[in-house]
């Protein structure tokens, strides 16, 4: 049987026995394969930073120059970004593939090449500037928003019992006037039947003949008109009210509120930063960095436009123009080199004798643009929110905490100082007339 076995082998061709035991660590060798990359996957995954720093860090990068055209969980311009550390191959695909897309297709990688394709070979923009350590915190971001379990929408109930949102309905405020005017009319009834329970006590008394005619006379209304005090009183109401409207005009002098001129596009901010939840500051890039926010170019329109070319409400119009003025030839996707600029309209115009800074506010201070100009994500036509007056800045600063939090400068500050309230603006010089007036 065994020589049997052994000729058996030979004629069927299988490897000697010796051979054989050199290929059977093929099982272990996959198994250490698989197990390796197992091990991979694991560091790739506990590579992404979890800490609240870092993760707050990613959000204000992906607000300010991602969320144009991506969000977690949903497609936009580009695909929905949750889970995206499991489906490309690494880390460093990631960072290639922000600081250059374009090498990254070019180099002929598949996955690139496929999300490419996908969304109608829209190029997207080249962050060069960006460190593997801000993209990673965009990633971390990213990550931690997508774990986020949603919360469930409030529902009727809790809305009525809340008398169905803040403020007085209407509803109340006619009840309360109704109210004040029935109060009002039954005062004079009380007041009118206190004079005739006083008239008859007085009657009693044994008075003069002056004083009797004193008590039981008429008076009409003429002769309340020509009495002195009457006319008095009129023409002080008169003279104060005309230096009221007198004074509230020359205030008014320069005062541009709800000021709303017709743009030569029709933007609206309502779809953008409100539908669409574009970061302000992607588009008004100077917020951050320096005095002026910045009116963006018709190059950033065509970060998005170059491929959205008709609109929600006025189809291909206001778009076709941002490509006449940057000279861009939709059918061809070519520039022609013939531009015409937009010729936007100002709305927000200080004086020249008044300084503001944007990054001061919205870098340093944490303004949110909402606070200065109003819920700019529900303006289709943007106007002039705020008064922007000398006084409304002042107010302000009187009574905007000092955000002194991890501030080394401010906690010796309060130290010096002894003082256990929050920093107003005001306590560290925001009503010095130089610092807004050079």
Avoid at 227 to 235: G, L
Avoid at 280 to 286: A, E, N
Avoid at 313 to 319: A, M, Q
Avoid at 398 to 419: I, W
Wanted: net charge positive; with cysteine; aromatic share 8%.
């Amino acid at each position: 049987m065994a020589c049997r076995f052994v000729r058996f082998r030979k004629k069927s061709g299988y490897p000697k026995r010796a051979t054989m035991k050199k290929r059977l660590p093929r099982p272990v060798t996959i198994l250490t394969l698989a197990l390796t990359f197992i091990f991979n996957l694991s560091l790739f995954a506990q590579e992404i930073p979890t800490d609240e720093a870092t993760i707050k860090a990613g959000e204000a990068l992906f607000n300010g120059n991602c969320k144009s055209c991506h969000r977690v969980k949903q497609k936009l311009v580009g695909p929905a970004l949750a889970g995206m550390e499991s489906r490309v191959p690494s880390m460093q695909w990631i960072f290639d593939w922000v600081r250059n897309p374009a090498k990254v297709i070019a180099s002929g990688d598949a996955y690139a090449n496929q999300i490419y394709n996908e969304y109608n070979k829209a190029q997207m923009t080249a962050f060069t500037s960006y460190t593997d350590e801000q993209i990673l915190s965009i990633v971390a971001y990213v990550k931690a928003e997508a774990e986020k379990v949603e919360a469930p929408p409030a529902g009727s109930t809790t809305a009525d019992a809340a008398g169905g949102g803040g403020g007085v309905p209407s509803g109340y405020l006619n009840a309360i006037m109704i109210g004040l005017v029935v109060i009002l009319v039954l005062l004079l009834i009380i007041l009118g039947l206190i004079i005739n329970a006083l008239k008859r006590y007085l009657d009693q008394k044994d008075l003069s003949d002056e004083d009797r005619e004193i008590v039981h006379s008429k008076y009409t209304l003429g002769s309340a008109v020509k009495s002195p005090a009457f006319i008095f009183i009129v023409v002080f109401l008169v003279a104060s009210i005309t230096f009221k409207n007198v004074i509230d005009g020359l205030y008014t002098i320069g005062i541009q509120q709800n000021y709303q001129p017709k743009q030569p596009i029709a933007f609206s901010h309502k779809i953008h930063a409100g539908q669409y939840e574009i970061e302000c500051r992607y588009c008004h890039t100077g917020a951050l960095k320096g005095k002026q926010a910045n009116i963006p170019s018709a190059n950033m329109c065509m970060n998005c436009h170059s491929q959205i070319r008709e609109g929600t409400n006025t189809g291909t119009t206001e778009i076709s123009k941002i490509y006449a003025a940057i000279g861009y030839d939709p059918a061809t996707g070519s520039y022609t080199g013939k531009q015409k600029p937009i010729e936007w309209v100002r709305i927000h115009n200080l004086p020249d004798l008044a300084y503001f800074n944007h990054a001061q506010h919205n870098n340093v201070g944490g303004i949110e643009c909402q606070t200065c100009h109003g819920p700019i994500e529900e303006m289709d036509v943007v106007k002039q929110y705020s008064l922007l007056t000398m006084g409304w800045c002042i107010d302000c600063h009187r009574k905007t905490d000092v955000n002194t939090k991890g501030n080394a400068y401010y906690d010796k500050l309060l130290e010096l100082h002894n003082s256990k309230k929050a920093l107003k603006v005001e306590d560290i010089g925001g009503l010095e007339c130089a610092k807004c007036h050079y």
